[in-house]
């Protein structure tokens, strides 16, 4: 009867115990949030360049062990030379996992030199993650044999993947094009190129009409038409704000 007593108490004791073990871990290992910042691009291709005056493309991916709360940009030289911006709305948040891409612009106030960039996302579990870069600001080059572009219109500033759109520009060259490029800035880049009218100079119309890609995922998309000629000197204009829907 004494042995059944102790049996049934070293039972009851196993379970407290096992009780207060799970309260334990319930409270006291709580999970730990994660941020995965990965593809990280400052300036196209990652090249670390920005134009004062224009501005700077910046991208990466984000994984995040809960959404996303914010993403702040900073571009600093110093107290009287930089550009901060934060996002804490829109497509971005609310989140776990998202392509970041922005265009920043950058004034032309903006002394020429090396700036750190920094791109930081926070998440709802307060976990915060930095990428840092060296970028080089300088002032745009003017030269009097660069290309020129004028007038640059699309027909519509919406359309959808498969749609297509057509864009007009005025362009005046010295010496011959060698290529003609517009990009298509999204959720990935798309570059198409038009070979036809390599080898033109002088003033002229493009107009043409473009198909966009099948794979085009919707949102908000940044324009670049170049224009680049048989010496390497290269112009691009933008367009802003064009939706795939």
Request: with cysteine.
């Amino acid at each position: 009867m004494k042995k059944k007593l102790i049996m049934g108490a070293m039972a009851l004791l196993g379970v407290f115990a096992m009780t207060l073990t799970s309260c334990s871990d319930d409270n006291d290992s709580p999970s730990n949030g994660s941020i995965e910042i990965k593809d990280v691009e400052f300036g196209h291709h990652n090249n670390g360049l920005g134009t004062i005056g224009k501005d700077l493309h910046l991208e990466c991916k984000i994984k995040s062990s809960s959404k996303i709360k914010a993403i702040s940009v900073s571009i600093i030289k110093d107290a009287n030379n930089k550009v901060e911006k934060v996002y804490n709305s829109g497509k971005y948040i609310g989140v776990l996992n998202t392509t970041f891409h922005e265009h920043i612009d950058l004034p032309v106030t903006l002394a020429e030199g090396e700036y750190k960039g920094t791109i930081t996302v926070t998440n709802t579990e307060g976990t915060v993650k930095t990428v840092n870069a060296k970028i080089t600001l300088k002032k745009k080059e003017v030269d009097p044999n660069m290309p020129k572009i004028s007038d640059l219109k699309v027909n519509t500033m919406e359309s959808t993947a498969n749609g297509k759109v057509t864009f007009t520009a005025n362009i005046e060259t010295k010496d011959p094009v060698d290529e003609i490029e517009i990009e298509f800035h999204g959720d990935k880049e798309y570059e198409m190129e038009f070979d036809e009218f390599k080898g033109k100079n002088g003033k002229f119309v493009f107009s043409k009409g473009v198909t966009l890609p099948a794979d085009c995922k919707p949102g908000t998309y940044h324009i670049h038409f170049t224009v680049k000629d048989n010496k390497k000197r290269k112009a691009t204009e933008e367009i802003e704000g064009f939706v795939v829907k």
